[in-house]
């Protein structure tokens, strides 16, 4: 006698139901779900609205519905303690002066305000992930945190605050290495490298039409990538690095499209890639670094 696996609603995991949206697939109960032409659709997909009307829709619902998002709370939360710990030492406006900038910026390697060698050629390989806490002043701080704020929220309410988190600080890793491959002298701080995992992690799932930025991913993302190209001083490492390190971990968070983000089990394939992603970074970094170990600046 063969044993079948019950299914529950992906809102609701203790309700059993054997109905499931005509549009994703997802097991949903009566209280989800609502009748279309054709089936019925789960409640993302059961408006039909379409793009920026879609992304709109998802960013207002975070803003001021509240959202569960604890993680990205916390994060945020942090990269403004840290800015403002910053200012505090007296590292000015930008906190480039401080301490906590110089024992967490992000270079190959440099020499500090006391002229000692520093960097992740000297073995300071916890600069791959204390420079996705700081910022370049006020300004860059606050554009980062509300894309954070905006696609963070969303990306957790979806895959679950311990994934989230895993992912995001993997994609910081993978962020970090892509610095360094491109520009290892370049000093690179930011939290922008992890926000465009966050973006790779969604392009994969609305790939797999799970329409987590209401399907507006990909185009929020070339725009991101034109930014990038084509303004002065930004890490274009940085933020490749982030985004494949990020869509990396979703296909293998989603079993490579076999189980839903919202409510599969990533299981150990999932939990494997992602913690392979993050060593890999770590030993791409360390490669690129090893040939500034004897540099004298």
């Not at 606050?142 to 957790?156: I, K």
């Amino acid at each position: 006698m063969t044993e079948t696996a019950e299914r529950t609603c992906y809102r609701h995991p203790n309700r059993v139901t054997g109905l499931s949206c005509s549009e994703c697939g997802r097991p949903i109960c009566t209280e989800c779900m609502t009748m279309a032409p054709v089936g019925i659709r789960c409640p993302e997909h059961s408006g039909r609205t379409q793009g920026v009307q879609r992304m709109t829709r998802g960013v207002q619902r975070a803003a001021f519905e509240g959202t569960g998002a604890k993680v990205t709370r916390v994060l945020i939360g942090i990269n403004v303690a840290v800015y403002v710990a910053e200012l505090a030492q007296g590292g000015g406006v930008n906190g480039v002066r401080s301490t906590i900038y110089e024992k967490g910026v992000l270079v190959a390697v440099a020499r500090d305000s006391h002229f000692h060698l520093i960097g992740v050629a000297q073995h300071e390989y916890w600069r791959l992930i204390t420079a996705a806490f700081l910022h370049y002043g006020p300004f860059h701080l606050l554009l980062n945190m509300v894309a954070l704020y905006w696609f963070g929220s969303l990306l957790e309410e979806r895959i679950g605050s311990g994934k989230f988190l895993l992912l995001y600080l993997v994609s910081g890793l993978a962020g970090s290495a892509g610095a360094l491959l491109l520009d290892p002298l370049q000093p690179t701080v930011g939290a922008s490298g992890a926000i465009f995992g966050v973006l790779g992690a969604g392009l994969v799932l609305e790939r797999q039409r799970d329409y987590v930025f209401g399907g507006s991913a990909l185009g929020i993302i070339v725009l991101n990538l034109v930014f990038t190209f084509s303004i002065s001083n930004i890490s274009i490492g940085g933020h490749i690095g982030g985004l494949i390190g990020g869509a990396v971990c979703a296909l293998g968070m989603t079993r490579f499209g076999r189980v839903g983000a919202a409510y599969g089990r990533s299981g150990f394939l999932g939990i494997a890639t992602m913690v392979l992603v993050g060593v890999a970074s770590v030993l791409i970094a360390y490669w690129k670094a090893k040939g500034y170990e004897i540099q004298g600046l």
